[in-house]
């Protein structure tokens, strides 16, 4: 644990204010250029760096709190973990994407059948609208894209009880909000 502990450097923040707390830093200065360059190079956006280099860090200190030795080679291991990184962000985005794609093959003309459906519809929209992305996300894929609960497990890469969760409180949200609107 001892090789893993060095003192953060001060740096200027982006908001151009000095003074990161002095707490212990797993990569020193230039561990954490060589994996923004791993990342950036593995084709993670640049305004994503940042997290992928805190992902490292906490991988690092997740490893000395577990009680396994620190990597021989400090470095090489940041790096390896920050390539792993950029691969999983690449699937997560392609994941992203196919389940887009999905969606909107999946898309019906609006028609218009009455007021009524109109308010509703509208309601229905605005409460999506309101709801937490990862809420919203789990939403639309079990009721508009009518995938089963397990689809979505595995499509997102969560656990089949998180995204029960999710829905449960999706539906109690949007029912409370159309409550709220006295659309139902």
């Known amino acids: 644990m001892a090789v893993l502990r060095r003192k953060v450097r001060v740096v200027e923040g982006a908001d151009g204010v000095e003074g990161v707390p002095e ?51 400090v470095s090489a291991w940041a790096a390896v973990v920050a390539s792993n ?53 789990v939403l639309v894929l079990r009721f508009y894209a009518d995938l089963p609960v397990r689809g979505i497990a595995e499509e997102l890469g969560i656990p089949e009880g998180t995204v029960k969760s999710r829905l449960h409180s999706a539906v109690r949200a949007l029912r409370t909000r159309l409550h709220e609107d006295e659309v139902v």
């Open 85 to 137: 990184l950029a691969m999983d962000w690449h699937r997560a985005k392609r994941r992203q994407e196919r389940l887009g794609e999905r969606l909107a093959s999946l898309r019906q003309p609006e028609h218009s059948s009455g007021e009524d459906s109109s308010v509703l519809s509208l309601a229905v929209a605005r409460g999506l609208d309101e709801l937490p992305d990862a809420l919203r996300q």
């Open 23 to 73: 707490a212990d830093d797993p990569l020193d200065a230039a561990q954490e250029r060589r994996v923004r360059a791993v990342l950036a190079l593995g084709g993670v956006p640049q305004s994503d760096l940042l997290d992928g280099v805190q992902q490292v860090r906490l991988r690092l200190l997740e490893r000395a709190a577990s009680g396994r030795e620190a990597p021989r080679d």
